[in-house]
């Protein structure tokens, strides 16, 4: 029984070529891919494991060829199945030349993180270094109060309540010596 099914299945897939082949029935090519992508995913599977993209990137290259290619389908010279999987096969020797010829140890991440910024600004950076200078100078000229309340704030990023029970404060305390420390230092830069 199995073998009536299919000899019936090959003689649908042969019509279903030559109907792709003389008259490109996009009809006939869904009965081809619903068939054959399956296996081809599998085949490609059996070969690379876990490469579920590649197998599905190749099946539909196989497809894509069959479309282009039917006219040169010879019944004669191979059966449907052997001229496919050689079409599958070589689709996937191509597609592992094209996509793992360019393979290379080089990290990503290490590439970005050493190359140079071609927008850099020099003197915005020389800007900056002497405002972040001016800053620290400023720091350094406030009371260890308010020093220790803007480390905390600005510089560890801790919120007034934090920063608060952190030192040992009232909330409205560490409020106060922020702000004055704030002015203060605003006007220490601006000189």
Not at 97 to 125: L, T, V
Not at 166 to 185: F, I, M, Q, W
Request: glycine share 4%; with cysteine; hydrophobic share 40%.
């Amino acid at each position: 029984m199995n073998t009536v099914s299919e000899t019936t299945t090959d003689t649908s897939l042969l019509d279903a070529m030559t109907k792709v082949a003389d008259a490109r029935d996009t009809r006939a090519l869904t009965h081809l891919f619903d068939h054959y992508a399956p296996r081809i995913r599998a085949f490609c599977l059996a070969a690379q494991p876990g490469a579920n993209l590649m197998a599905d990137d190749i099946a539909q290259e196989v497809m894509i060829r069959i479309w282009n290619k039917a006219h040169l389908y010879n019944p004669a010279t191979a059966s449907l199945n052997t001229w496919i999987f050689t079409i599958a096969r070589n689709a996937r020797i191509d597609y592992m030349r094209k996509n793992g010829r360019y393979q290379s140890d080089i990290d990503p991440e290490e590439f970005w993180s050493e190359m140079a910024d071609e927008n850099a600004d020099p003197f915005r950076e020389a800007q900056q270094q002497r405002d972040e200078e001016r800053i620290r100078e400023g720091l350094r000229q406030l009371p260890n109060e308010q020093q220790q309340v803007l480390s905390k704030v600005y510089l560890e990023g801790k919120s007034h309540s934090e920063a608060s029970e952190e030192l040992g404060l009232p909330l409205g305390t560490v409020k106060s010596r922020v702000r004055l420390a704030l002015s203060k230092l605003s006007v220490i830069i601006k000189r």
